[in-house]
Structure formats: C-alpha cells, structure tokens
C-alpha cells in the first residue's frame, strides 16, 4: 500500500513546530466542502457530512510534539446489503506524538536487541517527520478513517434468501458405477 504524498492529503492543518510553545495552544479545525469531498473519496464512501476536531497542540520532551483532542464527524456510506445510504456518527479521542526524524525520541519502543516492543494497550509509536512542521490534520483525517465501520449495514437489512446446493448435480460418476449392473453367473 502507498502512503498517499503530502499534496494528496485532502485535509491538512500544518503545524509548525517551531512556534510551539511550552504552554498548551487549543486549536479548533473544521473541513470545508471541498475538503469533505476529497475525503468521501479518499475513504471512498458516498459523503462526508461534517468533520470537526478539537486538539490542543504542545511541546513533548523538548523537541516532540504532542497533539491530543476529540474528532466529531458524520459520514454517509452505502449498505453491504442494499447499498442504501447509511448515515453515522463518528466520535473519537485520539493522541499522537510527532518526534524529528533520527531523534533519539523515536528509537525509545526499541529494546537493547534493537527489537521494536509494542505494547497493544499502550500508546501508538511517536511519528516522525522531517522539516519544521507536522500536519496535525492528516492526524484528525487518520482517527475518523480507522473509525469506519467497514461492513456498514442498514437496520432491518437482510440478505435474500440463499440456497445451498448439496452439489449432488456437480459430482462425476464413479467409473465403477456401470458394474453394479453387472450381475455374476
């Protein structure tokens, strides 16, 4: 799978790191119209009604950043089984930490034997990312799309009725079976 490029990327909010304070600063984002389409796209449902996010943007042991907030959106996705439009409702939390590339932050998940130690319960990796911003909205636009139901169904959807053939038409004939007919002297 490719990693789509930064120009790709439907909805961005560049953060530069630089300018981030040792106070928390509270940002709000919210996706316009073109920004909603070219997600529907991306995520390839039928329509992004409204995506809205909340973080609060921070410095992280001196040279990483911390962003942390609350997604809010509404999709409209097509029914598995009718492919009737199904509105949801997405509300998240997320938290991602971004460190310089080769920081000596990035390489704390790894052990003494260089294996990286994943904990599921834990916190997700830091990310790393080169130049002096990072793109907390690529961020937001990451938590609604792991949010998405896959398999959305409408309610009271139901497959039609399916027959199982016991494939009793699809068997070969033995080749003994015309010596059954035979009958001994």
Same mark, same amino acid.
């Given at each position: 799978?490719?990693?789509?490029?930064?120009?790709?990327?439907?909805?961005?909010?560049?953060?530069?790191?630089?300018?981030?304070?040792?106070?928390?600063?509270?940002?709000?984002?919210?996706?316009?119209?073109?920004?909603?389409? &070219?997600?529907?796209?991306?995520?390839?449902?039928?329509?992004?009604?409204?995506?809205?996010?909340?973080?609060?943007?921070?410095?992280?042991?001196?040279?990483?950043?911390?962003?942390?907030?609350?997604?809010?959106?509404?999709?409209? $996705?097509?029914?598995?089984?009718?492919?009737?439009?199904?509105?949801?409702?997405?509300?998240?939390?997320?938290? $991602?930490?971004?460190?310089?590339? &080769?920081?000596?932050?990035?390489?704390?998940?790894?052990?003494?034997?260089?294996?990286?130690?994943?904990?599921?319960?834990?916190?997700?990796?830091?990310?790393?990312?080169? &130049?002096?911003?990072?793109?907390?909205?690529?961020?937001?636009?990451?938590?609604?799309?792991?949010?998405?139901?896959?398999?959305?169904?409408?309610?009271?959807?139901?497959?039609?009725?399916?027959?199982?053939?016991?494939?009793?038409?699809?068997?070969?004939?033995?080749?003994?079976?015309?010596?059954?007919?035979?009958?001994?002297?």
């Amino acid at each position: 799978m490719t990693k789509p490029n930064k120009d790709d990327v439907p909805f961005s909010y560049p953060v530069k790191v630089g300018h981030i304070s040792a106070n928390p600063v509270e940002v709000h984002v919210e996706a316009d119209a073109e920004e909603r389409a &070219g997600l529907a796209r991306l995520w390839r449902i039928l329509e992004v009604k409204s995506l809205k996010a909340t973080m609060t943007v921070s410095r992280w042991k001196r040279d990483g950043v911390r962003v942390k907030g609350h997604v809010s959106a509404a999709i409209v $996705q097509a029914c598995v089984v009718t492919l009737d439009p199904v509105e949801a409702a997405i509300e998240e939390d997320f938290e $991602q930490i971004f460190v310089p590339e &080769g920081s000596k932050l990035a390489r704390l998940m790894t052990g003494d034997s260089g294996e990286m130690v994943l904990d599921p319960e834990g916190p997700d990796m830091p990310e790393s990312f080169a &130049g002096d911003s990072i793109d907390a909205g690529e961020t937001v636009a990451e938590c609604v799309a792991l949010a998405i139901d896959p398999y959305p169904r409408k309610p009271n959807a139901e497959f039609a009725a399916h027959i199982e053939d016991d494939g009793e038409k699809d068997r070969k004939p033995s080749p003994f079976a015309v010596l059954k007919d035979w009958k001994k002297d």
